[in-house]
């Protein structure tokens, strides 16, 4: 087993973990975020997104020890308090979301996105989201939902 | 008016914030055991021998159980008792649960179950729709045949035949939460479980014959899936029932989650089918006379295979009179994953069969498919809006002898067209392709109309319990369960319209067997039309109960007591609903009633085929534009064009989003995903690494989906209609669009000569990259 040092959503965080254990696992088993989901396991669906260091990470694919020292966000960590970020505003405003298996994962994917480009295309929304599956929207509500947010967050920023 | 807005769904706060609890994330007690199957590894034979002692010898491993190890019934099928939990003996397909692994953990039970060592001895194992042909193996005996009219005859004598046939792939759910259940035993020996399933009576039912137990002893509790589309009406049985007899044997709760690889490997899928067709029609492209062959494989076991074919034909139709109609169906049993449920249930396949001939037809001709599918449609009812039909005219009959008396789709395709542009954009597509020798465009316009109700006619019932508390809030159940389709947000529309209340006031509260029994599945798109039903009835008899103790309270009449605004009015008296709850609490008056529904007009003799088993008809019309590549068959969608009908719509945000979503998904059922098994009967497309679903970049560039504002002609739930699965045949015009560019690969373009047209493209499903190049060497030859 393994000690294992880190931050996520702002608070510190020591766990112990096998060796062998994704981070997935360590924080839906071990620390009860249970926001990010399995999907698939291999990282194509992106329902277990986190973003690490402004990245978006498969969760799924890393694992709990190279968590040491990072900066972690799960989909608990994006709201401040009872203040829902302006894309969990428009997620719900849209419909963006139906069973709400893949939600945590593109909205963790998406706020990275407009932190690093607070002005995207349509087409560059979608090739962002290319590795986040959804089965039951169609994806249409989740782009405008994100076109929104984004024309929102220039306006007030 | 709470009814008709477009509300968010009930947990859409709890969804963006990642609080929303699947069966995975309920947090389980302290000692729960995870669970995993050891897999069969061939398609068909007897297992020589099992040893499992490295699997018992595994890190972590509690316990290995084996069929003989099993309490009682060794059965997890939805209908005939054919689909043991654990192998016994025999098997029947690459992917069967041979034994079950009783771990710590979840990674240990899934190493534990690589460990055992099997040997068989291997038969020849059925596979494909000519191995199950060839070997004359099969569900129901022989075929079932429909008919209507003498269609022999009548194609002999047509002016013109076309003839052919249409593979149509499987299509695997990716409902993008895996299966899963949780088993907590209780005191004497009962059993409660979570489970993610559309249907939980089922679920209740198969554990507590698993157990030996009567079905009060289990409580099954289900508050959401991540996601359904038919796949969790009967596969969830399995992960159940071996939750339950786990926790039995160990005394402990036991979960079970299947991995994605897993799941896609044990699993069923949509059916796959193949359809041959020979269609008679005069110059005009009027069809005299169809004959339809439907070979359906349907897996090792029969689960719903019966009714999904049932739905195959009686979908052959479409949106078109068949004056004389032969409809055969071949029920085919391979070893393969037993096929099941699926968004639509064998109505998309049905609908894939003639929409495919009526493409045909109008490529014989020349013409433009949209023209043929006009002149084909069912005549319009005679009070009909926007009807093309001049003279008053009987409703027309389906094959199987319901009148057509709610035809919506003469004025939906004239107003699709015209938001659409269609006219003006297929010239420009005709423009394009004589310009453009590589990248050839399409266009296609399809209707889809889809009988609503289960065709088995018991199931067309359903309950609720509707409680109302002293301090005016409102506790709401029903037997629907919540998939992401809103179907809870809408019902809580309803009661919160009962009472006159705001939607703050309902609770909802997840589905659960003994607040209401003997529920069907959620289902045949039946959730808010049943459930919708069976909960108005339930606030009403409460609403009646308070109205006429409020009236005698007040001295005025029960009629005079309105509900409405958060307030009941009792004459020229105002109270907040609250304090009318208390003065009806403290007057003794019970505030909690049971609903219950049950679909009217209804009757089907399934033997014959013939009756009335939809109470209504859905309807909705998609235009889609594509393009492929002639060199390398890749294509995409540019633009669809989608106008729904949903009647009055109970929550337009919510309905527009099952329209969506179903298109998208209907569109890559028969485009990207396609299934692939090797010559011994082993998926290989077991993950979405293999298995392309749409994702984001699919979606069309351009989308207008809009809802046709009419409504239901029927007393539904306030005349609205049922919406899950008929979006998903909206996809079949994405599939037309690529016959259609495929077409102009081939010769002049469809507004030219009779007779000058190139060969049919004659393209299968799903239309992949590859499929769609082979056609295109086909069409250029």
Known sequence: ????????????????????????????????????????????????????????????????????????????????????????????????????????????????????????TETEVRYWLAGNLCRCTGYDKIIRAVMETAAEMRENA | MSVGQATAHDAARLHVTGQARYVDDIPAPKGTLSLAFGLCEIARGRIAAMDIAAVRAAPGVVAVLVAGDLPAANDVSPSVHDEPLLAEGEVFYLGQPLFLVVAETHLAARKAARLGVVSYEELPAILTIDDALAADSRFEGGAV?????????????????????????????????????????????????????????EIQHKVAEALALPMHAVR?????????????????????????????????PCKMRYDRDDDMVITGKRHD????????????????????????????????????????????????????????????????????????FGGPQGMVGIERVMDHIAHALGKDPVDVRRLNFYAAPADGAGMRISDKVKPQETPYGQPVEDFELHGMVEALLASSDYAPRRAAIAEWNAANPILKKGIALTPVKFGISFTLTHLNQAGALVHVYQDGSIHMNHGGTEMGQGLFQKVAQVAAQAFGVGLEAVKITATDTAKVPNTSATAASSGSDLNGMAVKAAC????????????ELHQTKPEEVEFEGGEVRIGSTKLPFAEAAQECYQGRVSLS?????????????????????????????????????????????????????????????????????GYVQGAGWLTTEELVWDGKGRLRTHAPSTYKIPACGDRPDVFNVALWDAQNREETIYRSKAVGEPPLMLGISALMALSDAVAACGGPSSSEAIGQQGPYPALDAPATAERVFRAVQRVQA
Not at chain 2, 322 to 340: C, D, G, M, N, W
Request: charged letters at 20%; aromatic letters at 6%.
């Open chain 2, 273 to 344: 089918f193949r359809i041959a067709y020979r269609a008679g029609f005069d110059d005009e492209g009027r069809v005299l006379a169809v004959d339809f062959t439907q070979y359906a494989r349907c897996g090792w076991a029969q689960d719903l295979s019966l009714p999904v074919c049932d739905r195959a034909m009686l979908h052959a139709d479409n949106a078109y009179y068949l004056p004389a109609v032969r409809i055969e169906s071949h029920r085919l049993k391979t070893h393969t994953q037993s096929a099941t449920a699926f968004r639509g």
């Open chain 2, 220 to 252: 099954v509790e289900t508050r959401r899936m991540g996601g359904g589309f038919g796949g969790k009406e009967s596969q969830g049985n399995a992960l159940a029932v071996a939750c339950a007899v786990a926790a039995r044997a160990t005394g402990r």
């Open chain 2, 145 to 201: 045949i429909w008919q209507q009219g003498d269609a022999s005859s009548a194609l002999a004598g047509a002016p013109r035949q076309v003839q052919g046939q249409i593979e149509i792939g499987g299509q695997e759910h990716f409902y993008l939460e895996g299966q899963a259940a949780l088993a907590l035993p209780q005191e004497g020996g009962d059993m409660v479980v979570h489970s993610s399933t559309q249907h939980p009576t």
């Open chain 2, 593 to 661: 009633a049971t609903g219950f529904y049950k679909t009217p007009k209804i009757t089907w003799d399934r033997v014959k085929g013939r009756g009335r088993p939809f109470f209504y008809f859905a309807y909705g019309a998609a235009v889609t534009e594509v393009v492929i590549d002639t060199l390398t068959g890749e294509n995409r969608i540019l633009r669809a064009d989608i106008l729904h009908d949903a009647g009055a719509s109970l929550n337009p945000a919510l309905d527009i989003g099952q329209v969506e979503g």
């Open chain 2, 540 to 551: 009403e008899t409460i609403r009646d109960r308070m109205a006429e103790h409020l009236a």
């Open chain 1, 1 to 120: 087993m393994i000690q294992v040092s880190t931050t996520i959503n702002g608070d510190e965080h020591q766990f112990v973990c096998d060796p062998r254990e994704t981070l997935l696992d360590v924080l839906r088993d071990r620390l009860g975020l249970t926001g990010a989901k399995e999907g698939c396991g291999t990282g194509d669906c992106g329902a277990c997104t986190v973003e690490i260091g402004g990245r978006p990470v498969c969760s799924c694919l890393m694992l709990g020890a190279e968590a040491e020292g990072k900066e972690i966000t799960t989909v608990e960590g994006i709201a401040d308090g009872e203040d829902l970020h302006p894309l969990q505003v428009n997620f719900i405003k849209h419909a963006a979301l139906q069973c709400g298996i893949c939600t945590p994962g593109i909205l963790v994917a998406t706020k990275a996105l407009l932190e690093e480009n607070p002005n995207p």
